[in-house]
């Protein structure tokens, strides 16, 4: 949350943009594995057998809860703006998932993903009525850098 706020406080900064904090776009809260890299949270806490959008497991939120809160936030953030307006959403890669899901209207559980690099960035658009992905994770930004 302290790098998504810094990279929403930095925007907001240079483009004289408000800054609405939003709780529904937080991070999957992933419980007991916080903290740990994969391995440890491969071995300590192993993926069930079967595991279905509405399991819980391991103090984790479920799919479920995870997709509500991201069709919540994104439907809020479409209907309260129009087809002109820019918005910059910061987030982590986890919920940029999600709304992507959720953008391009797909189940809960396909296993279609975007890639999330370092401050990328994703470009969509809303025009009447038409969703469109107008780029993914762009980091020309930092080529550079890193």
Known sequence: MKRAKQTSEYISK???????FDDDLMEWKNG???????K???KKYPEPKIKYPHTRVYEQKSQ???RSRAETALSRIINENNDEETIVIVSHGGMINMLFKCFIEVPINSTI?????????????????KRI??????QEHIRNVI
Do not use: M, P, Y
């Open 14 to 20: 240079i483009t004289k943009i408000e800054i609405n």
């Open 32 to 38: 007991l594995i916080a903290g740990l890299t994969q």
């Open 40 to 42: 440890e949270a491969d």
């Open 64 to 66: 479920i809860d995870f």
């Open 113 to 129: 993903s975007i890639t999330n690099g370092d401050t990328g960035i994703h470009q969509w658009r809303i025009k009447n009525n």
């Open 133 to 138: 992905i107008v780029s993914c994770n762009n």
